[in-house]
């Protein structure tokens, strides 16, 4: 099947340990790779403060990861992450090669 890159940034609620948010972190992982995709890289980038309120949060933990997956993958991870009551906001982008 043909597999693209993707790369996801998601914002995990600020009141989370970093724990929790490691294991958020880990979910998604697992999602993308029992699809049949395979994760670059996944990692916590900072906690921040957000420019506004965002139903209620006005911090988050920014997660950005980086995936090789199928068509159909993303829109499962962006389905469950749309339904998680831990992310704040989540986009996919496919990530394009800029050639040299």
């Given at each position: ?21 490691q294991k958020i972190a880990d979910q ?73």
């Amino acid at each position: 099947m043909n597999q693209k890159k993707y790369e996801a940034l998601y914002i995990v609620a600020g009141n989370l340990s970093d724990e929790d948010v490691q294991k958020i972190a880990d979910q998604f992982k697992a999602v993308v790779e029992k699809n049949g995709g395979t994760v670059e890289s996944a990692g916590k980038w900072d906690k921040r403060k957000l420019a506004y309120e965002i139903d209620g949060h006005r911090d988050g933990n920014y997660i950005l990861m980086h995936f090789e997956a199928p068509a159909p993958v993303p829109a499962e991870l962006s389905r469950l992450m749309r339904i998680s009551d831990d992310i704040v906001r989540h986009r996919i982008f496919i990530r394009e090669e800029v050639p040299a």
